[in-house]
């Protein structure tokens, strides 16, 4: 698909437009530009209540001889880059499933936002709106046309380079976004974690990043018990691997680092998970193919930072040589873990990842993304994630990064009385809680790993990397959550927590 950026009126041309309503009855501002019986045809509409203006509303219509399909973007007072991004999603899918291969749109005015903002938003919206996951469809969906013109429309000439700007960063995103979300909506079958590292591997070489992966030789060597210990109810080596990308201007500078849980499958283990929905279990590495896509969007856009990804890879299974309930394992960083339960398996590998981050680097800040706990899926629900940390300002820098993405998260409390709940009667920790919190005593287990030193955040995705259904520009399925989160936190870094 091709954006062309086009300086003109939108009464020229034959191509179907989409246009955005806001809600509250009344033509929005921006619609003085549209021609007279689009105008009247959008009143009429929203006068007779056929369309509200809604967020993620659609409604096709054929006004002179011409195809608009019109996108609610919700009240015109609380529009975002975030709403603009959702309408752009639904808007481009409603479009190509009505037969269309090209159409054009403009560029509505957001409070507080440039024009380049605006643009990235909307092609981010379109081209993540426009993502199907047909890979193993024989037959390909009718609604699986594809969309090969979108023209945008600029009324003034000069915001012509900072349209095209944003439109390559919002490209540059998607891209690696969608690269995330492949990743997660395919079988574990077909992505174990050596598929997943040469995924990394392939990135790596294209995006001109270094990745080094170490198999479980190199794992026992560094004492990560925890992650081999998940590993082995398992056939499929574990992979952990080392992504580093420093950016123009960024050698010697401390790195940031993000970490994701790789759990191509989480069968629960010898913990097994009862049978209903374990299918979707093949997302338990949200985590890492969000730290995977947000790497490779970073050196896409060749951002002057300093980034290091670890992703620790297994399956989770109940074979034969599964670790038990009530295992001890020694984490890399030294501390020993009681396994009360083999499904809380996320914490374990994270527990050697974080061990590993802290031995290897001088970290500035770590950030680690994981598909962690049912319990914040039932406390956050698909709106937002989970975030606790151990630095109120640098808790507060990855809110506000995913505020500004659109990729929000919600702070829960992390105070030191949740880490009696993970106190274990043999080892230095165990794994579970008490079934209370569970979200949180699932991140005061990881901060044993962590440490109090360097500013760490963990983010619980559970419940925002998988969609149930369509939404603005996420689809059923994998959303890459985080993605734009992270890059948005590379993008706003200045060195400092
Ligand atoms: N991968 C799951 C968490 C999960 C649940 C992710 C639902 C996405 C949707 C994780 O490994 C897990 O099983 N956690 C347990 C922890 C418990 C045993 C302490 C849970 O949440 O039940
Ligand atoms: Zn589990
Ligand atoms: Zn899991």
New binding site residues.
Partial sequence: MIFKVVSGSLSSGKEALLLGLSEGGKLPAWAAGWPAPIRSAAKDLLKTKRVSGKLNETFLLPVAGRWIVFAGVGKAAELTLDKVRQASGAGARRILSAGFDRFTRGLIPVPGASVQQVAQAGAEGTLLGIYSFTRWKSVKPEDKKELKIVTVLIGNGKDLSAVRKGIEAGRQIADSAIWTRDMVNQPANKLTPTMLANEAKSAARKFRFSCRILDMKAQKKLGMEALLGVARGSREPSKFIVLEYKGPGSSGKKPLIWLG?G?TF?S?GI?I?PSEKME??K??MAGAAAVLGAVRATAALKLPVHVVGLIASTE?LPGGSAQKPGDVVRAMGGKTIEVI?T????RLVLADALGYARKNYKPAAMVDLA???????VALGQHCGGLMGTNASWNKQVEKAGQQSGERVWELPLWTEYTEAVRSDVADVK???DGKA?TI??AAFLREFAGEEIPWVHLDI??V??ADADRGHLRKGATAFGVRLLVDLAAGWNGKV
Avoid: P
């Fill in positions: 849980k759990i989480d629960g913990s998970k979707l279990m997302y338990d989770n339960n499904d809380a398996e996320g598909t962690l706990t049912g319990a914040c899926v794994n579970v809680g569970g005593t699932a559970a419940g990397a998988w």
